[in-house]
């Protein structure tokens, strides 16, 4: 059986680093929206789902929750492309609303300008974006964040909702992945 420690090199940002962070961002956002009665958070699955369990538990203004599935296809599966397409729309009506974007990591942009276009199209009353992790190194194209939980250099991670070939979102850090040991394993 594979498990997780076999492509583990390190771990980037422990579980009480990150509790901690999204504890912070779930009280700035508090802030920020005390007073707003239609705040939607939309999580972009799969990735943003472990932090938007624990950021929701984190806010104290009343809110709605909705999935948008969306995936890129072209390159290599660890690569996005410009060519994004919705596997699984919402179901919540997104005009007039507050809608505050919720992802796991903003690397070239690519899928954060997709789904921003797709949204805004929707007439929101306003849209902002909050991402757990961004590796600005890699961005080709320039995205608006409003919440960052960590900026992080340019290296594969998994683990707290992002996966290694859909496997391992499951853990509570955010490990980086030891790409020469992966190569030789049949994940
Ligand atoms: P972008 O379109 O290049 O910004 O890619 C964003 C998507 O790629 C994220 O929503 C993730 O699903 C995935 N992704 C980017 N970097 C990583 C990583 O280091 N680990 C796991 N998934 C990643
Ligand atoms: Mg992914």
Known sequence: MVTYDQFLKEILIDEATLQKRVSELGAEISRDYAGTDNLLLICILKGGVMFLTDLMRRLTVPHEIDFLAVSSYGKGARESTGNVRIDMDLT???????????????????????????????????????????????????????????????????????DLDEKFRNLPFVGVVDLDKLNGLPV
């Not at 005009?95 to 300008?113: A, M, N, P, Q």
């Not at 909050?130 to 919440?147: S, V």
């Open 92 to 162: 919540a009506q997104v005009i007039g609303k507050h809608v505050l974007i919720v992802e796991d990591i903003i690397d070239s942009g690519h899928t954060l300008r997709f789904v921003m276009d797709v949204l805004l199209a929707r007439k929101p009353a306003s849209l902002k974006l909050c991402t757990l992790l961004d590796k600005p190194a890699r961005r080709t194209i320039d995205i608006p964040i409003d919440y960052t939980g960590f900026q992080i250099e340019d290296k594969f991670v998994f683990g707290y909702g992002l």
